[in-house]
């Protein structure tokens, strides 16, 4: 029989900020609290951040967000974590002090590293095991990045006295009492974004650590996504509360959105896109630029897997206007502005700061406007800088049906930027299928809950998330065939002016 009473606290950990959201039993936030953290860009491409600022950030909204909402830890039932994926910490066991910053997802410093470590083979090289492509995105290369230029670290490393994790073990082993008996775990889903996991045994891949000299010491132990790993201790957590669900920050936002079935897919667009299509319980190879990628595992229920396709930047590029080239005040304005015109007016903006993501995988792709006349205004340009989610979007899901024959009927969104009614107008005409904006906009966080409170029996099953979802917002398609072809067509010419320029 599953509980109604008491709330579920879910600790969304993201790229900018860190968040803590109390959920109630039909899966709306009661309470929360946010706080972002300082981004640290040592050089051109490398983007870091403090893992101590962020565990601090991470116990002062929990309290906070339990103060506003007046929630004590009696009446919380469980704890979720979501975290951005990737990002890479390394600490000592016994003081729990990180050695150096975290390395973001974002940052490209080990590009020449992951030529190396493909070798011969290339890009490809541990595909069929992992199902990545080496690349910078991912975190075992960061890893090695480490061992190899910080002073002493690889004898430490050897002489077992470091962890590796990406923020959710960093976040777990902390929470559960750091260096006095913390627990050292991940989850599948952060795990399959390492590269050193094989992704059918849902193990550390001997092999691939030797290859990339990674001492296995280090790793924490595997787990699934929903289990009650152990019991809150650190002050401010709230102590003796079970956590018992960690999901990376895609996965969580499909869970969040209730894709539990073959053929269900979201997309999230925040600092870049994330599209995920649920694939089921086999795991199935891309063969037109997609990731696979563990989706989620409940218990000891086999894992169900996804095909991702991730875009380096779209949210990120409004940012760009707004603090590099001052074109609107605030993200919000660039619906105001780009309304201003009626269409891009010619202009293309690709956005491939740090080359191209799915599907295209191009690292040596760079920024690019194209088709500018004496015409165009800040307008266009905003409106380009738009539609670039739009287009961007379109080519992953081209991607996506070409890889699983699953032709979308319609696509659920999230994330910051699905506030812009121009930009989810457009997405629909561009796809020529409509868009579905949920009730509760932070499927991230809602996901977490989720998973931690099925495994306490807060939420008996699938059942009660299906239930729990309800739709705010629907576009439909507006825009006729021809136009749609003539400006995807457009798109793609201004993309192949981008490739070869880094
Ligand atoms: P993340 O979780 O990746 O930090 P969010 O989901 O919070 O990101 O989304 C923030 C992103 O959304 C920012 O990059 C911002 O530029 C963009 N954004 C926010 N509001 C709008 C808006 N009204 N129109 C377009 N983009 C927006």
């Not at 403090?50 to 909402?69: F, G, K, P, T, Y």
């Amino acid at each position: 029989m599953a509980r109604s009473s008491g709330y579920v606290l879910s600790i969304d950990q993201g790229t900018t900020s860190s968040r803590a959201i109390l959920f109630d039993h039909r899966g709306r936030p009661v309470g929360s609290e946010q706080v972002e953290h300082e981004q640290i860009f040592p050089r051109p491409g490398w983007v870091e951040h403090d893992a101590s600022e962020i565990w601090r950030n991470v116990r002062r909204v929990a309290a906070a967000a339990m103060a506003s909402a007046e929630i004590k830890p009696s009446e919380v039932m469980a704890c979720g974590i979501t975290n951005q994926r990737e990002t890479t910490v390394v600490w000592d066991r016994k003081t729990g002090a990180p050695v150096h910053h975290a390395i973001v997802w974002q940052d490209t410093r080990t590009a020449a590293l992951c030529e190396r470590l493909g070798g011969e083979a290339g890009p490809d090289r541990y595909r069929e095991r992992t199902g990545l492509p080496l690349s910078t995105y991912f975190a075992g290369p960061k890893l090695v990045w480490l061992l190899e230029n910080v002073d002493g670290l690889r004898e430490r490393a050897e002489a077992g006295e470091l962890c590796f994790g990406t923020i959710d073990s960093w976040l777990a082993w902390n929470m559960t009492g750091g260096a006095k008996g913390g627990l050292h775990i991940t989850d599948v889903t952060n795990a399959s974004r390492t590269m050193l996991m094989d992704l059918r045994t849902l193990q550390w891949d001997e092999e691939i650590c030797a290859d990339f000299g990674i001492p296995m010491s280090m790793l924490p132990e595997i787990r699934s996504s929903s289990e009650v790993y152990g019991t809150l201790t650190a002050p401010g957590s709230p102590e003796g509360v079970p956590l018992a669900g960690i999901l990376g920050d895609q996965q969580a936002a499909t869970f969040g959105q209730a894709c539990l079935a073959p053929g269900q897919a979201k997309n999230t667009y925040g600092t870049g896109n994330f599209l995920l299509l649920n694939t089921g319980t086999e795991p199935v190879f891309s063969e037109h630029g997609l990731l696979t990628t563990v989706c989620y595992q409940i218990g000891g229920a086999p894992a169900c897997y996804a095909l991702e396709g991730s875009i380096a930047v779209t949210g990120s590029l409004i940012q760009w206007l707004r603090d590099n080239l001052r074109l609107i005040r605030s993200a919000d304005e660039s619906e105001k502005i780009a309304k201003t015109v009626d269409d891009n007016g010619g202009a293309y903006i690709v956005p491939a700061f740090s080359g191209l993501f799915a599907p295209r995988w191009r690292p040596d792709a760079r920024g690019v406007i194209v088709g500018l006349t004496r015409f165009i205004n800040r307008g266009h340009l905003v409106r380009a800088a738009l539609e670039a989610s739009a287009y961007q979007t379109r080519e992953v899901i081209e991607a996506m049906t070409a890889d699983s024959g699953v032709t979308l009927t319609a696509l659920k969104v999230d994330g910051g930027m699905v506030v812009n009614d121009l930009l989810m107008q457009f997405q629909a005409d561009i796809l020529g299928v409509p868009v579905i904006r949920p009730v509760v906009s932070e499927t991230t966080a809602l996901g977490a809950a989720y998973a931690a409170g099925l495994a306490v029996g807060y939420w008996a099953s699938a059942d009660d998330i299906h239930r729990n979802w309800a739709q705010d917002k629907e576009w439909t398609p507006q825009m006729g065939d021809e136009e749609r072809t003539r400006l995807y067509a457009e798109w793609n010419r201004a993309v192949e002016h981008s490739l070869d320029l880094a």
